[in-house]
């Protein structure tokens, strides 16, 4: 059964982030919890965010949905690496035709660094993006842009 058409976006996000070949395929996670170690690093990490979801008339709703895009790094300028491996994923991102028709107004809305409290030489970019996609009421599965 196919999921949400939000799931179904972040799917494709992580699979052109896979196919772009920014960093190793097996370095792209969705929802990862556990701490990545050094060998693991760069990495990539998607996390659902949010969504909003606004009736548009009687039968369509235009879901606007958040998501973060996690850059993973380590090293003594790791706040530039971040920033490298943030922009090769935006590019990615953006060059995606499929991505980009099925999620509309594709748009990098915030960036945040943190440094790993217990390692100051590695850290993470968080970038949140933001696209709609229009459904019908009653099927969150099949977008109609």
Not at 6 to 29: F, G, S
Not at 107 to 118: I, K, L, R, V
Request: glycine share 4%; charged share 25%; aromatic share 4%.
């Amino acid at each position: 059964m196919p999921g949400s058409v939000i799931e179904q976006i972040l799917e494709r996000v992580k699979a052109t982030l896979t196919a772009a070949d920014i960093v190793p395929a097996e370095h792209v996670h969705r929802s990862r919890e556990e701490p990545f170690a050094a060998r693991e690093v760069p990495a990539i990490k998607l996390r659902r965010v949010e969504s909003s979801h606004q009736l548009v008339g009687r039968e369509l709703v235009e879901i606007t949905l958040r998501w973060g895009v996690e850059s993973h790094v380590r090293g003594e300028q790791w706040e530039t690496l971040a920033d490298a491996l943030h922009l090769e994923a935006h590019a990615a991102l953006f060059a995606d035709d499929a991505l980009n028709t099925q999620a509309r107004y594709l748009a990098c809305t915030s960036t945040t660094c943190e440094a790993d409290p217990a390692d100051q030489t590695a850290g993470r970019l968080v970038a949140i993006y933001e696209a709609r996609v229009t459904v019908t009421r009653a099927d969150l599965g099949n977008p109609l842009n």
